[in-house]
């Protein structure tokens, strides 16, 4: 495999080898959620809520306990009682309790011999509903007199606005935020230009192709497996034991494969069901597949938003003061992703004074789960566009305001800290020289630029690293494998041991044989499982060099690990041949037995991911429809480990951009109900309506990390929807300031301007 | 209700399976054959991750009902390697990093092995517009599209 030409210092790192967990997903045999199957196995099935807001008077499952086949219905009174803060949350999610709170909420749960029986029996239970007054817009819910979705949690914090008696609770907003840093007054008294302006997106949902699916099997005693499409493990085992009131160590959950998650799998929603459903059946496995319209009814999407931004620029493009008021609602439960959003908005820029507002509001909505940079794509829209907008004004060069007022290592975020190596102004510069920068454009076309960052993360790692007899290692970790982590964890491994790739194998392993892992989030597979598996490989390197140094007879300290083999350390260490791993490996057990190494930690050093988007749209005037024409993803890897599939992090955040921006929204009725929960109607982008998109991989090693990697999952979905409004503004002369931009919007917008 | 009893053949294999008369033929792969390559992303005919080839005709699985197959041909994702040989497609896919998840991958490969037998030249915007009823929300499609287009170049240079 030829190395890419740019890196030298490594043997493996850099290279693009095939997956190893390739050839299972090409031929059919990798085993996704819902392929999994147990002996005895029964299926559930859901009832849910057909009401946005309603309440349960009665729920009868007489006439589907009566079929032959039926061997257990779950409703709330099934669960245990008395949970408080996001385990009570967790469990109102799971199943309704007295009210159902969103078109989709489930209110009972049944298990039968077959699907089709266990849907029959599904339409059999008879649900009473008194229904009750709703609200799923942002801006009505957070209104003093909107219907109270959650009676007595009001954050009381919140001061009374404009017009308004201190006495107008404003029921819905559960958290409040404010932050910020500077004279805000001074800042934009400085300013040339200062402008204000309004922003409004749509719930999206991650979209991943693979429905929810698992296995559940619980008994009498409180112990219990589960098979489940998941990204992470040690989250479902937790969340579903807090549900259940049962003692997580008694769960063990194993990961299936898993079709795609973009944060919408680091939660439960029929998990603890299944579960719940198997002991009420005398512990046989219950299997629970949902359909997709279940998916886009009942699981996280992620919020909607409507944002005031504000920010004050010099002539010259110096931004001198930024305000933003954020108000967004993740459903019918406290966590909108307001302070993410907050936190990303203005971090790619220096500015002096800066005030950050947000509201957490609730409405008749499913409850929100991450979704790629949770948060982050809103705000940057906001942000990104205002920015814009203004270089316009002032006839700037985006890229150059950008490159004005860029952040760089030492300066503090706009959210507090400072800081340390991270490559904005490199993703800037390679953006600029880009020939896409320069294509001449025609009638019709536009050319829109845009920013994001994401933080990344570190989380709890856990991860076990063995020697087998023949001197291969196998890897264990707990972040599931979603886009080629097995891949650029197994050459971190190999490069750090001096074997060849081939001879490592990468498992992602259940909860019963590792400590506690986070989930695949928060683009800190390859970072945290990445070190935490480097580190394990050192450890057992060490001992490999103990067991040579006993058999040569010299000190330890005199052996090194170099290319595969123990070797030592100089000349006056004494003349030995290196020793390798497979003879190290071959006579393990009479040298002292089996060799390892581990590594547990919450791993420090992560580094922050910023990225520049170039795009190029034509719209067509008689229609509104934009066609992206070209697209370009520049982004700081820190380090590339598999570059193919970075590129495939750059291409795929860019693409659910393209469908936030363009196309997607949940559609709600008047009645609360969501109108499109099916692909043809909730439509993300299919091959046809994408360009190829070209990828700039800029490389700021991160020092936090021994191979420099900076994680790159999330960071490339959140300039896209700036970009693209960027580019329609240059296209049509119309500002759209509400996604997503459809061709109706769109098409409004450019009679709005053309009727003056 | 009863079942009915089908007889049809599934990647060269005569079979027979019980099916229900409102199970699709998805399911029957799935749940009656043990063929769990073909995957359900929507059950509306929206997302095509359960293509299979029905007497040599491109469709999705969950828009069949499994009594249809009688006396017929079906080719699945589990019939697509020639043994241990890889059909270029699939080789092209792991070579070029067409895949993160894999699970739009089994429906992505049956048609675009579709395309290539219609087709052996198509030009990019042929394979996108093929490709166009197969939704894949990891790669933005690129990694896909040139991975066509290159078992495409390979297989008419074999040719």
């Known amino acids: ?178 932050f910020g840093h500077g004279d805000i007054k001074d800042g934009f008294a400085k300013a040339d230009l200062v402008m204000e302006r309004t922003y409004k997106t749509e719930a999206t949902h991650q979209g991943y192709i693979e429905p929810h699916a698992c296995v559940g099997q619980m008994g009498e005693d409180g112990k219990g497996e589960m098979w489940v499409c998941t990204q992470g493990h040690w989250f479902i085992r937790r969340m579903c ?96 992703p307001v302070d993410m959003a907050l936190y990303c908005a203005f971090a790619p820029y220096k500015i002096p004074a800066i005030e950050h507002i947000g509201y957490d509001v609730l409405a008749n909505r499913p409850k929100c789960a991450a979704y790629r940079a949770p948060g982050a794509p809103m705000g940057a829209f906001a942000v990104e566009s205002l920015i814009d907008e203004m270089c316009g004004e002032l006839g700037l060069d985006p890229i150059e305001v950008r490159l004005k007022n860029a952040v760089k290592e030492g300066d503090k975020s706009s959210y507090g800290p400072t800081f340390g190596k991270i490559g904005l102004v490199e993703t800037l510069e390679a953006a600029r020289a880009h020939p896409n920068y320069s294509v001449p454009l025609g009638p019709n076309q536009g050319r829109g630029v845009a920013s994001g960052f994401w933080f990344n993360h570190g989380g709890e790692t856990s991860v076990s690293l063995a020697i087998s007899e023949d001197g291969t290692v196998q890897v264990s970790v707990g972040t599931p494998d979603i886009g080629g982590s097995r891949a650029s964890i197994a050459l971190m ?131 509104g429809r934009t066609t992206i024409l070209r697209y370009l993803v520049v982004q700081d890897a820190g380090r590339a480990i598999h570059p193919s599939y970075v590129e495939g992090q750059y291409q795929g955040g860019a693409a659910q951009g393209i469908g936030w921006a363009l196309n997607e929204e949940y559609v709600y009725g008047d009645d609360g109900r969501l109108q499109n929960p099916v692909f043809l109607d909730y439509r993300v982008p299919v091959a046809s309506d994408l360009p190829m998109i070209d990828t700039v991989i800029v490389e700021v090693p991160n020092p936090g990390h021994p191979y420099g990697v900076r994680g790159v999952g999330e960071t490339g979905i959140t300039p896209p929807l700036p970009a693209i409004a960027n580019a329609i503004a240059v296209a049509t002369g119309a500002r759209l300031r509400h996604l997503p931009m459809n061709p109706p919007r769109v098409l409004a917008a450019i009679q709005a301007k053309d009727r003056g | ?77 589990e019939g697509m390697a020639n043994g241990g040989e890889l059909h270029p497609l699939q080789r092209k896919f792991i070579e070029l990093a067409a895949l993160q998840c894999g699970f739009c991958t089994p429906g992505i490969l049956v048609a675009s092995k579709a395309l290539l037998e219609k087709n052996p030249d198509p030009s990019e915007e042929e394979v996108r517009y093929w490709l166009a009823g197969n939704l894949c929300r990891c790669t933005g499609y690129d990694k896909i599209v040139r991975a066509v287009l290159d078992a495409a170049a390979e297989m008419r240079g074999a040719a």
């Open chain 1, 1 to 178: 495999m030829a190395k890419d030409e740019i890196r030298t210092e490594y043997k493996l790192v850099g290279t693009r080898p095939n997956r190893p967990d390739g050839l299972d997903k090409v031929t059919g045999r990798a085993r996704y959620g819902a392929d999994f199957s147990l002996p005895g196995m029964l299926f559930g099935a859901v009832v849910r809520s057909p009401h946005a807001h309603a309440r349960i008077k009665r729920i009868d499952a007489s006439k589907a306990l009566a079929l032959d086949g039926v061997k257990a219905v779950v409703t709330r009174a099934d669960f245990p009682t008395g949970l408080t803060g996001e385990d009570w949350n967790l469990q109102e999610n799971t199943m309704a309790g007295d009210v159902a709170l969103y078109d989709g909420h489930a209110v009972a749960a049944v298990a039968a011999t077959s699907a089709l029986l266990a849907q029959d029996a599904a339409r059999l239970i008879e649900v009473e509903y008194e229904i009750l007054p709703h609200v799923t817009d942002v801006d009505e819910a957070i209104k003093p007199g909107a219907p109270a979705i959650r009676p007595g949690s009001a954050d009381h914090s919140v001061p009374p606005h404009e017009g308004e008696t201190p006495d107008m609770c404003r029921h819905n907003v559960v958290r409040n935020i404010e």
């Open chain 1, 241 to 336: 034991a807090a549900v259940l009131g049962i003692e997580a160590a008694q769960l063990r959950v194993t990961p299936s494969e898993i079709g795609g998650g973009f944060g919408g799998k680091t939660t439960i929603f029929m998990e603890p069901l299944a579960l719940a459903l198997s002991r009420k059946a005398g512990g046989r496995p219950v299997k629970i597949v949902m359909s997709r319209a279940e998916v886009l009814r009942a699981t996280g999407p992620t919020a909607s938003s409507s944002m005031d931004v504000k920010i004050g620029m010099t002539k010259d493009g110096t931004l001198t003061a930024a305000r933003a008021e954020f108000r967004m609602q993740g459903g019918a439960f406290p966590g909108a």
């Open chain 1, 493 to 623: 491994t190999a490069e750090t041991l001096g074997i060849p790739y081939e001879d490592v194998r990468v498992n992602v392993v259940e909860t019963g044989a590792l400590g506690v892992n986070e989930p695949t989030h928060g683009s800190r597979a390859t970072f945290a499982s990445g070190k935490a598996a480097v580190e394990a490989a050192r450890q057992a390197a060490r001992e490999m060099c103990r067991r040579a140094a006993k058999e040569w007879g010299i000190d330890e300290e005199a052996v090194v690990w170099e290319d595969g083999a123990a070797r030592p350390a100089g000349p006056n260490a004494g003349k030995f041949p290196p020793m390798t791993i497979a003879e190290i490996a071959s006579r393990m057990g009479s040298t002292g037995g089996p060799i390892s190494g581990h590594h547990e930690s919450v791993p420090g050093g992560v580094g922050a991911s910023f990225g520049t988007h170039v795009v190029d749209v034509e719209v067509d005037p008689e229609t």
């Open chain 2, 1 to 77: 209700m009863s079942k009915i009893h089908v007889t049809t053949s599934v990647n060269g294999d005569p079979v027979e399976f019980l099916a229900d008369p409102r199970e699709t033929l998805l399911d029957c792969l799935r749940d009656h054959l043990g063929l769990t390559g073909s995957k359900e992303g929507c059950g509306t005919g929206d997302c095509g991750a359960c293509s299979v080839m029905l007497d040599g005709r491109l469709v999705s699985s969950c828009l069949v009902l499994g009594v249809e197959a009688e006396g017929k041909r079906i080719d699945t994702i």
